[in-house]
């Protein structure tokens, strides 16, 4: 195993739910309703995605930029003042660092909301960040994870990448890499070179090394 990649929105941090404060908040001044199944349909999706999804729905005329701009203000307040990790993730990147495992972060998310979270995890956790910003595809495309690889100078096949949506599931494994799923929002089926657990309480490094072996 020559590197692990987090995903950060619902597997790295519990911020789906201020995901879903700020979508409602945003669709409230578009004049239309915003619900969790609103939500799931974006799981694991780009701002270009959302934002398109949003005025689509609330068939509003605002200008796209601005409802971007409403997002990402929105989030950025929201995650500055705190936000929960997920069970077990500090503790399972920790234990990484403590056996020199390389580790990065690749979310679907803007930089700017990627660096909030990371002031309360702790940029030096990681040895590479890859956001929207970095590429020109987000997941489920598989760029996201092929950049991660190569800033670390490791090959995808022997990364493990942990993820929650489908989305996410479906970049990893197009980029060749094995995956452990904790489903947050939808589900993931199991399948080879994947494990799927409840909370990564449940995992440790020596599963992802198996996961390698396989």
């Not at 987000?138 to 670390?152: C, M, N």
């Amino acid at each position: 195993m020559e590197a692990v990649f987090f995903d950060m929105d619902g597997l790295l941090v519990d911020s789906e739910r201020v995901w879903l404060e700020i979508e409602t908040d945003v669709m409230a001044r578009l004049g239309a309703q915003w619900t969790p199944e609103h939500q799931v349909h974006l799981l694991g999706g780009s701002m270009e995605r959302t934002v398109d999804y949003m005025l689509a729905v609330s068939g509003a005329d605002v200008p796209a930029a601005m409802v971007r701009e409403w997002m990402t203000g929105g989030m950025v307040r929201r995650l500055t003042a705190g936000v929960h990790a997920m069970p077990g993730a500090l503790e399972l990147l920790d234990a990484l660092r403590d056996e020199g495992v390389p580790v990065g972060l690749v979310t679907s998310s803007l930089k700017e909301i990627a660096e909030a979270v990371l002031k309360s995890v702790g940029r030096d956790r990681f040895d590479a960040v890859v956001t929207a910003d970095d590429v020109t595809r987000t997941k489920p495309d598989p760029e996201p994870y092929l950049t991660a690889a190569r800033l670390l100078g490791v090959e995808p096949v022997r990364c493990v990448v942990l993820e929650d949506s489908p989305n996410g599931v479906a970049a990893a494994t197009a980029a060749g890499c094995a995956v452990v799923a904790v489903p947050s929002l939808l589900e993931v089926d199991p399948a080879p070179g994947r494990l799927v657990v409840p909370s990564l309480e449940q995992v440790t490094v020596a599963d992802l090394r198996a996961l390698i072996s396989i």
